[in-house]
């Protein structure tokens, strides 16, 4: 299987925490990575294999995986968050990669 | 600094061809795997293809498979995709994007161009 799902909006008071899920059969052999695109911008990776941030990402920023299931955990999510974000991995096979559907973030 | 500037993006008609190409500067080149990545108007991302860092290998979506040839010249920085027997559902937004780390291929894109924009409409 080469899909990975995600809920399609989540939304989440200033200042709590909000958790993104991304389901997949490749997930239990591959690790995802998490990107933040935020409208008429290119994509921005924050999270990549499980758990680590680039430089510059906020450590309010976390990733986990369970599973068939990877998480994006924002805990104290500021106002700036408010994005679509996308997880993606491998697929099945291993050789190529795939996006999932996206979730549509918004802090209330 | 990192730049990835993409190019070639332009009207095509359904069974046209086109090649886009990405000028990447500010790192070495020739040590890392790069893709494309599209982005239909309104819609969520969608992986394109792969070239490993040397050219050795290639991988493509399914969606893409036996139209699209990605390749690249190391001599020159840049990154290229010919897309041939267009589809109006190649209409996308196409990013290219650089591997995080040298000498390997993950699904880990730590910069992206602005991207080209490719309409495909008789």
């Known amino acids: 299987s080469s899909e990975l799902t995600q809920d399609p909006a989540v939304s989440v008071a200033l200042g709590q925490t909000v958790r993104i899920t991304c389901q997949g059969d490749s997930l239990r052999s591959y690790y995802a990575s998490w990107y933040q695109q935020k409208p008429g911008q290119a994509p921005i990776l924050v999270i990549y294999d499980k758990n680590n941030r680039p430089s510059g990402i906020p450590d309010r920023f976390s990733g986990s995986i369970s599973g068939n299931t990877a998480s994006l955990t924002i805990t104290g999510a500021q106002a700036e968050d408010e994005a679509d974000y996308y997880c993606?991995?491998?697929?099945?096979?291993?050789?190529?990669?795939?996006f999932g559907t996206g979730t549509k973030v918004t802090v209330l | 600094e990192v730049q990835l500037v993409e190019s070639g993006g332009v009207v095509v008609q359904p069974g046209g061809s086109l090649r886009l190409s990405c000028a990447a500067s500010g790192f070495t080149f020739d040590d890392y795997t790069m893709h494309w990545v599209r982005q239909a108007p309104g819609k969520g991302l969608e992986w394109v293809s792969l070239i490993l860092w040397d050219g050795s290998d290639t991988y493509s979506a399914d969606s893409v498979k036996g139209r699209f040839t990605i390749s690249r010249d190391n001599s020159k920085n840049s990154l290229y995709l010919q897309m041939n027997s267009l589809r109006t559902e190649d209409t996308a937004l196409y990013y290219c994007a650089k591997d995080i780390d040298p000498y390997s291929s993950s699904s880990n894109f730590d910069y992206w161009g602005q991207g080209t924009l490719v309409t495909v409409s008789s």
């Open positions: 993606s991995s491998r697929d099945t096979s291993g050789n190529l990669r795939v």
